[in-house]
T-cell receptor
Protein backbone atom coordinates (compact mmCIF):
# COMPACT_ATOMS: atom_id res chain seq x y z
CA UNK A 1 0.00 0.00 0.00
CA UNK A 2 0.86 3.65 -0.14
CA UNK A 3 3.46 4.86 2.35
CA UNK A 4 3.34 8.38 3.76
CA UNK A 5 6.41 9.74 5.48
CA UNK A 6 6.68 13.03 7.32
CA UNK A 7 9.74 14.90 8.42
CA UNK A 8 10.98 16.02 10.80
CA UNK A 9 9.24 13.95 13.50
CA UNK A 10 9.79 16.69 16.07
CA UNK A 11 10.47 20.39 15.81
CA UNK A 12 11.10 23.01 18.49
CA UNK A 13 10.91 26.67 17.51
CA UNK A 14 11.11 30.03 19.16
CA UNK A 15 8.08 32.20 18.69
CA UNK A 16 8.42 34.19 15.49
CA UNK A 17 10.51 31.63 13.64
CA UNK A 18 9.54 30.03 10.32
CA UNK A 19 9.39 26.32 9.58
CA UNK A 20 8.85 23.86 6.77
CA UNK A 21 7.27 20.46 7.25
CA UNK A 22 7.58 17.83 4.57
CA UNK A 23 5.37 14.95 3.48
CA UNK A 24 6.51 12.30 0.98
CA UNK A 25 4.19 9.69 -0.47
CA UNK A 26 5.09 6.58 -2.37
CA UNK A 27 2.47 6.47 -5.13
CA UNK A 28 -0.02 8.56 -7.03
CA UNK A 29 -2.89 9.75 -4.89
CA UNK A 30 -6.25 11.37 -5.49
CA UNK A 31 -5.66 14.12 -3.03
CA UNK A 32 -3.67 15.30 -0.06
CA UNK A 33 -4.72 17.11 3.08
CA UNK A 34 -2.86 18.71 5.95
CA UNK A 35 -4.29 18.60 9.47
CA UNK A 36 -3.38 20.12 12.81
CA UNK A 37 -4.23 18.07 15.87
CA UNK A 38 -5.02 20.27 18.84
CA UNK A 39 -4.27 19.32 22.46
CA UNK A 40 -7.80 17.96 22.83
CA UNK A 41 -7.30 15.49 20.01
CA UNK A 42 -9.36 17.09 17.28
CA UNK A 43 -7.96 17.12 13.76
CA UNK A 44 -8.44 20.47 12.11
CA UNK A 45 -8.28 20.57 8.34
CA UNK A 46 -5.68 23.12 7.22
CA UNK A 47 -5.40 22.53 3.50
CA UNK A 48 -6.96 20.41 0.84
CA UNK A 49 -4.22 20.47 -1.76
CA UNK A 50 -3.88 17.89 -4.55
CA UNK A 51 -1.40 20.09 -6.38
CA UNK A 52 -0.13 23.64 -6.52
CA UNK A 53 0.13 26.16 -3.73
CA UNK A 54 -2.42 27.55 -1.29
CA UNK A 55 -2.07 30.12 1.44
CA UNK A 56 -4.13 30.86 4.51
CA UNK A 57 -2.73 33.58 6.69
CA UNK A 58 0.63 32.54 8.09
CA UNK A 59 0.28 29.06 6.69
CA UNK A 60 0.86 27.93 3.15
CA UNK A 61 1.18 24.57 1.46
CA UNK A 62 2.62 23.29 -1.78
CA UNK A 63 2.09 19.90 -3.36
CA UNK A 64 4.14 18.63 -6.28
CA UNK A 65 2.14 15.55 -7.20
CA UNK A 66 4.50 14.46 -9.99
CA UNK A 67 7.35 14.28 -7.49
CA UNK A 68 5.14 12.90 -4.71
CA UNK A 69 5.72 15.40 -1.96
CA UNK A 70 4.01 18.22 -0.16
CA UNK A 71 5.34 21.00 2.03
CA UNK A 72 3.64 22.95 4.79
CA UNK A 73 5.12 26.34 5.63
CA UNK A 74 4.49 28.08 8.91
CA UNK A 75 5.71 31.66 9.12
CA UNK A 76 6.07 33.83 12.22
CA UNK A 77 5.13 30.90 14.42
CA UNK A 78 3.05 31.43 17.55
CA UNK A 79 2.66 29.30 20.66
CA UNK A 80 -0.83 28.42 19.49
CA UNK A 81 0.72 26.67 16.47
CA UNK A 82 2.02 23.96 18.79
CA UNK A 83 0.63 20.50 18.28
CA UNK A 84 0.97 17.68 15.81
CA UNK A 85 0.73 18.24 12.08
CA UNK A 86 -0.39 15.38 9.89
CA UNK A 87 -0.49 14.98 6.18
CA UNK A 88 -2.92 12.45 4.81
CA UNK A 89 -3.32 11.15 1.30
CA UNK A 90 -6.71 10.29 -0.03
CA UNK A 91 -6.88 6.90 -1.69
CA UNK A 92 -9.90 5.73 -3.64
CA UNK A 93 -10.75 2.34 -5.12
CA UNK A 94 -13.96 0.62 -6.13
CA UNK A 95 -14.81 0.23 -2.46
CA UNK A 96 -14.63 3.88 -1.58
CA UNK A 97 -12.16 6.28 -0.13
CA UNK A 98 -9.94 6.49 2.90
CA UNK A 99 -7.18 8.62 4.29
CA UNK A 100 -3.71 7.24 4.89
CA UNK A 101 -1.87 9.35 7.43
CA UNK A 102 1.79 10.03 7.97
CA UNK A 103 3.23 9.67 11.46
CA UNK A 104 3.04 13.40 12.06
CA UNK A 105 5.39 16.21 12.99
CA UNK A 106 5.15 17.36 16.59
CA UNK A 107 5.75 21.09 16.73
CA UNK A 108 6.50 22.95 19.92
CA UNK A 109 6.69 26.74 19.78
CA UNK A 110 8.36 28.33 22.79
CA UNK A 111 7.54 31.89 23.91
CA UNK B 1 -23.33 24.94 11.56
CA UNK B 2 -22.61 22.32 14.19
CA UNK B 3 -19.50 20.24 13.73
CA UNK B 4 -18.96 16.53 14.05
CA UNK B 5 -20.07 15.36 17.49
CA UNK B 6 -18.68 12.28 19.16
CA UNK B 7 -19.87 10.70 22.39
CA UNK B 8 -18.73 9.76 24.90
CA UNK B 9 -15.55 11.81 25.04
CA UNK B 10 -13.82 9.68 27.62
CA UNK B 11 -14.46 6.18 28.87
CA UNK B 12 -12.75 3.40 30.75
CA UNK B 13 -13.61 -0.23 30.13
CA UNK B 14 -12.38 -3.56 31.39
CA UNK B 15 -10.82 -6.24 29.21
CA UNK B 16 -13.46 -8.49 27.74
CA UNK B 17 -16.21 -5.87 27.81
CA UNK B 18 -17.66 -4.23 24.75
CA UNK B 19 -18.04 -0.56 23.90
CA UNK B 20 -20.19 1.50 21.58
CA UNK B 21 -19.10 4.91 20.33
CA UNK B 22 -21.39 7.37 18.60
CA UNK B 23 -20.79 9.96 15.90
CA UNK B 24 -23.18 12.61 14.58
CA UNK B 25 -21.89 14.06 11.31
CA UNK B 26 -22.31 17.58 10.04
CA UNK B 27 -25.83 18.18 8.79
CA UNK B 28 -26.10 17.15 5.16
CA UNK B 29 -23.03 14.93 5.23
CA UNK B 30 -23.74 11.35 4.26
CA UNK B 31 -20.27 9.87 4.57
CA UNK B 32 -18.92 8.91 7.98
CA UNK B 33 -15.56 7.28 8.49
CA UNK B 34 -13.77 6.09 11.61
CA UNK B 35 -10.09 6.13 12.52
CA UNK B 36 -8.12 4.72 15.42
CA UNK B 37 -5.15 6.64 16.79
CA UNK B 38 -2.53 5.00 19.01
CA UNK B 39 1.01 6.09 19.89
CA UNK B 40 2.48 3.00 18.23
CA UNK B 41 0.43 2.69 15.05
CA UNK B 42 -0.58 6.29 14.48
CA UNK B 43 -3.83 7.03 12.69
CA UNK B 44 -5.40 4.04 10.98
CA UNK B 45 -8.57 3.76 8.92
CA UNK B 46 -11.28 1.56 10.41
CA UNK B 47 -14.26 1.84 8.06
CA UNK B 48 -16.41 4.20 6.05
CA UNK B 49 -20.17 4.36 5.73
CA UNK B 50 -22.26 6.12 3.13
CA UNK B 51 -26.05 6.07 3.10
CA UNK B 52 -26.17 3.26 5.68
CA UNK B 53 -23.79 1.04 3.66
CA UNK B 54 -20.27 0.12 4.66
CA UNK B 55 -18.20 0.95 1.60
CA UNK B 56 -14.71 0.36 2.84
CA UNK B 57 -13.05 -1.41 5.74
CA UNK B 58 -9.54 -1.22 7.11
CA UNK B 59 -7.38 -4.04 8.34
CA UNK B 60 -8.95 -4.62 11.75
CA UNK B 61 -10.33 -7.80 13.31
CA UNK B 62 -14.01 -8.62 13.23
CA UNK B 63 -14.36 -7.40 16.83
CA UNK B 64 -14.56 -3.94 15.30
CA UNK B 65 -17.88 -3.22 13.67
CA UNK B 66 -20.05 -0.29 12.84
CA UNK B 67 -23.28 0.88 11.36
CA UNK B 68 -24.92 3.99 10.02
CA UNK B 69 -28.49 5.05 10.52
CA UNK B 70 -30.87 6.73 8.12
CA UNK B 71 -30.08 10.15 9.65
CA UNK B 72 -26.37 9.51 8.88
CA UNK B 73 -25.43 9.12 12.53
CA UNK B 74 -22.97 6.31 12.98
CA UNK B 75 -21.93 3.99 15.77
CA UNK B 76 -18.91 1.78 16.08
CA UNK B 77 -18.69 -1.18 18.39
CA UNK B 78 -15.70 -3.02 19.75
CA UNK B 79 -16.40 -6.37 21.39
CA UNK B 80 -14.21 -8.42 23.71
CA UNK B 81 -11.97 -5.46 24.44
CA UNK B 82 -8.23 -5.94 24.65
CA UNK B 83 -5.64 -3.69 26.27
CA UNK B 84 -4.37 -2.79 22.81
CA UNK B 85 -7.73 -1.28 21.91
CA UNK B 86 -6.93 1.68 24.14
CA UNK B 87 -6.86 4.56 21.72
CA UNK B 88 -8.39 7.77 20.51
CA UNK B 89 -11.22 6.94 18.12
CA UNK B 90 -11.92 9.68 15.60
CA UNK B 91 -14.95 10.09 13.42
CA UNK B 92 -14.94 12.12 10.23
CA UNK B 93 -17.74 13.30 8.01
CA UNK B 94 -17.90 14.61 4.47
CA UNK B 95 -20.34 15.02 1.62
CA UNK B 96 -18.95 11.78 0.36
CA UNK B 97 -18.76 9.88 -2.89
CA UNK B 98 -16.34 11.89 -4.96
CA UNK B 99 -12.89 13.02 -4.09
CA UNK B 100 -12.65 16.71 -3.57
CA UNK B 101 -14.78 17.02 -0.47
CA UNK B 102 -13.26 18.41 2.67
CA UNK B 103 -13.23 15.97 5.55
CA UNK B 104 -14.16 17.21 9.02
CA UNK B 105 -13.18 15.39 12.20
CA UNK B 106 -14.81 15.28 15.59
CA UNK B 107 -12.94 15.67 18.86
CA UNK B 108 -12.74 11.94 19.32
CA UNK B 109 -13.53 9.40 21.99
CA UNK B 110 -10.69 8.47 24.32
CA UNK B 111 -11.01 4.79 25.24
CA UNK B 112 -8.91 3.25 27.99
CA UNK B 113 -9.06 -0.51 28.50
CA UNK B 114 -7.82 -1.76 31.87
Amino acid sequence: GIQVEQSPPDLILQEGANSTLRCNFSDSVNNLQWFHQNPWGQLINLFYIPSGTKQNGRLSATTVATERYSLLYISSSQTTDSGVYFCAVEVWDNQGGKLIFGQGTELSVKP
Amino acid sequence: KAGVTQTPRYLIKTRGQQVTLSCSPISGHRSVSWYQQTPGQGLQFLFEYFSETQRNKGNFPGRFSGRQFSNSRSEMNVSTLELGDSALYLCASSLGLSSGNTIYFGEGSWLTVV
